[in-house]
């Protein structure tokens, strides 16, 4: 009577009480005694409860199943509600990681679905009570969404499996808590009974490489935590205690999806991009392809991104001003009213750096782009990130992240260069190529050295190294000097090349009257040189 397994309708038949007659036991004073109503309570829930809450589930996720046969409402639910990681962190559709657990596209998988919620919700509200049962399922399912999301970042997902792993988990932990209160016959649907429906069906999906397996392990943590926590709502002396915990868990589900919101780009994980010497971090879940400007980089799976990052050789070293005159330049060609909203200096790897946000519309779609421009030398390595204007903000904190984890190293051709050249410390050509590779890298005493050794070592290669000489002079003015470009024409006064780039040479040093000089009297000794009409010409241009 204490454990409510006798109820007040069981007829008993107690000699020193009723004689040989069999009466209703809650006819006898005995019963109101000894009997706990909250036991009777529990006891008769678990018989005869009406298990609203898994009806209103089960029948919910049929309707949305049937909704999506209707003529494009599938691919609208796919593309809205499923649980996939890069519309939740980039975007912040946080509430992706609940509605993926009402989505069914297949009658199997609908089947067999809402055959364990309907199995393992009615035994467990009927235990637990249907708010309890509401908050598992619940929380199963977001336990369940973020797990899948954080560990399978660039797999979609659907369907009420990781909450019906919840209610599964929750079922099993609620049997070995109250073992001895459950009667018999309701024993076989909690505990030890109910184990193998939760093992097996792990197991399977663990083994097959298209079921969410993160999902599944996910919603069984949240469901058992739940019933570890819980208990059973028949009892009055629990209820506050079980709605303390709902709420405290429930806040804590939406302070989670708060904070996926707010911080979700902070989550986005990140590889590192190869470029030359420069490491970029990338979103790792992008796929690689061909940007608006003309880039190979990569691409969101939202559609509302793209990041690159690259390298672009010029003929001479650039100054970051120009860098950045020379990337809006190649803007222009495809967006519309560009604008730089931020210019600001930063160092990379000891080398000068722009930091820029520009907006500008694309195709009529208001966009911005967050842009880092170092300039090496010759060399401008670019790192950008360009968003749909309204994720903007989102996309700027995923942008600062990516731009701290840059690194520069030297070009891969320097490092050759110099390793040939130590190898061969005698010859000519390793120095040449070496002076080459360090003045387009933005090392000009490096090249300086290895030129002068080169010419040393060069003999009848002179000319050709006199010529590397005087344009390492006409990209570092300040490194060159007016009477050593003289000593190389006069050296040389044979060779149009490298009268040529010696007039080149006096024109960056500030010698133009030397330069025009330089190429009238190489006119007047080699009339038919077009090279040197050219380069007369270039000169005479504004």
């Not at 902070?266 to 992008?286: I, T, Y």
């Amino acid at each position: 009577m204490r454990r409510g397994e006798l109820t007040a309708d069981t007829l008993v038949r107690l000699d020193v009480v009723t004689g040989r007659r069999f009466v209703p036991l809650g006819e006898l004073e005995l019963f109101e005694t000894l009997a706990d109503p909250e036991e009777r309570r529990f006891r008769w829930s678990l018989r005869n409860a009406a298990p609203l809450v898994t009806a209103v589930l089960v029948g919910s996720q049929v309707r949305v199943y049937l909704w999506s046969k209707l003529p494009g409402a599938a691919d609208l639910l796919v593309d809205r509600f499923t649980n996939w990681a890069p519309a939740v962190l980039e975007t912040g559709e946080v509430y992706r990681l609940l509605t993926y657990g009402f989505l069914h596209l297949s009658f199997t998988h609908l089947a067999l679905n809402m055959l364990f919620l309907a199995y393992a919700g009615m035994n467990l509200e009927r235990a637990m009570g249907g708010r309890n049962l509401a908050s598992v399922y619940l929380v199963s399912v977001i336990t369940g969404g973020l797990l899948s999301m954080m560990m399978s970042p660039g797999r979609p997902s659907l369907g009420a499996s990781g909450g019906d792993f919840g209610l599964i988990a929750a079922s099993v932990v609620f049997g070995w808590k109250h073992e001895d209160r459950l009667p018999e016959v309701a024993r076989q649907y909690f505990g030890w009974a109910i184990l193998p429906y939760l093992v097996y069906p792990l197991f399977l999906g663990i083994s097959s490489s298209t079921v969410d397996n993160w999902g599944h392990l996910g919603g069984l943590f949240g469901g058992a935590a739940m019933a570890t926590w819980l208990q059973p709502d028949a009892f009055e002396r629990y209820r506050a205690e079980n709605r303390f915990v709902r709420r405290a868990v429930m806040a804590l589900c939406v302070g989670t999806l708060i904070g996926v919101a707010a911080w979700g780009p902070r989550l986005v994980p990140l590889s590192a991009v190869e470029v030359g010497g420069l490491s970029a971090p990338c979103p790792r879940p992008w796929k690689e392809g061909w940007t608006f400007t003309d880039d190979w980089g990569r691409l969101s799976e939202t559609r509302k991104a793209a990041f690159v990052a690259t390298t672009r050789t010029y003929s001479r070293p650039l100054s970051t001003d120009e860098a950045v005159d020379a990337f809006i330049e190649q803007l222009d060609a495809r967006a519309q009213a560009i604008q730089v909203t931020r210019k600001g200096s930063v160092q990379v790897g000891g080398w000068e750096a722009a930091r820029l946000t520009l907006r500008f519309n694309l195709a009529g779609t208001p966009q911005v782009m967050e842009a880092l421009l170092i300039t090496q030398g010759a060399h401008v390595y670019r790192v950008h990130l360009h968003a749909e204007q309204s994720q903007g903000w989102r996309y700027a904190q995923l942008a600062a992240r990516m731009f701290q984890g840059v690194t520069l190293d030297d070009p891969p051709e320097l490092e050759e260069a110099r390793l040939r050249s130590q190898r061969n410390r005698r010859s000519w050509k390793p120095a040449w190529e070496l002076g080459r590779a360090a003045a387009t890298a933005g090392y000009p005493e490096e090249a300086e050295q290895a030129f002068e050794r080169a010419y040393r070592y060069a003999r009848e290669k002179r000319p050709r190294v006199a010529v590397s000489i005087l344009a390492y002079y006409a990209d570092y003015p300040s490194r060159g000097s007016i009477e050593r470009v003289r000593e190389l024409v006069e050296a040389h006064s044979d060779d149009v090349r490298v009268v040529l780039q010696a007039a080149e040479a006096y024109d960056r040093m500030g010698a133009s009257d030397m330069a025009d000089a330089l190429l009238q009297e190489a006119r007047v000794r080699w009339p038919e040189e077009y090279l040197i009409e050219r380069a007369m010409q270039t000169r005479a241009e504004p």
